[in-house]
């Protein structure tokens, strides 16, 4: 298997990524915030209470994500690899994340960590919320809380991956073809090895 993280704070451009590496890569998509909005669009118990966090920018807790993705894992067996997006958030998101993967014998390959501005991703984030939709992506007050938490409580994730030398940046900034080249080289990389 090849297990990747894609990463980077709210509006790096890990969702648009995502969609080009999952076919160039024939890996398994799982993106959290998708998850979670088709729990709310299912308007499941779940999807009610993770609506309330996300509705203000803040994270949803643990043990919700953790269990959507343990879940997840068991519903695709025979994949080549999954492509984690936006999880892990927290350290506790990453250290369950690890244990899960023990229990296949397939750990996480890669980490690759999309830097961008913080004026560039407020930007971006607010002429997302001008068609996409999304009630968290229209208001400043609340990007700004989801810039926060992810300062505070998901920046530290890199740092594990990084001490045991998976992690590696790339500039989120450029055209989407000049980082999806630069994502796929690091990764061209590493299944090399
Ligand atoms: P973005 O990366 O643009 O913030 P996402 O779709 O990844 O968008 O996430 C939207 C919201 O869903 C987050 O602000 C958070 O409330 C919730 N969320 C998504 N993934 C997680 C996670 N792994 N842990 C906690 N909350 C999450």
Do not use: W
Request: glycine share 8%.
């Amino acid at each position: 298997m090849f297990n990747l993280i894609l990463f980077g704070p709210p509006g790096s451009g890990k969702g648009t990524q995502s969609e080009k590496l999952i076919l160039q890569y024939h890996l398994k998509h799982l993106s959290t915030g998708d998850l979670l909005r088709s729990e709310i669009n299912a308007q499941t118990p779940l999807g009610i209470e993770a609506k309330k966090f996300m509705d203000k920018g803040q994270l949803v807790p643990d043990e919700v994500v953790i269990g959507m993705i343990s879940s997840a894992l068991d519903t695709y067996p025979d994949v080549k690899g999954f492509l984690f997006d936006g999880f892990p958030r927290t350290s506790a998101q990453a250290e369950a994340l690890d244990k899960l993967l023990e229990l296949k014998r397939a750990p996480i390959n890669i980490m690759i960590a999309l830097k961008v501005t913080e004026e560039e991703l407020v930007k971006r984030l607010l002429k997302r919320g001008q068609t996409s939709g999304r009630s968290d992506d229209d208001n400043d007050v609340v990007i700004r809380t989801r810039i926060g938490e992810y300062n505070k409580k998901t920046a530290p994730v890199a740092d594990h991956y990084k001490s045991i030398n998976k992690m590696v940046m790339v500039k989120g900034e450029g055209t989407v073809d000049e980082i999806f080249n630069a994502l796929c080289k690091e990764i061209d990389n590493r299944m090399r090895q």
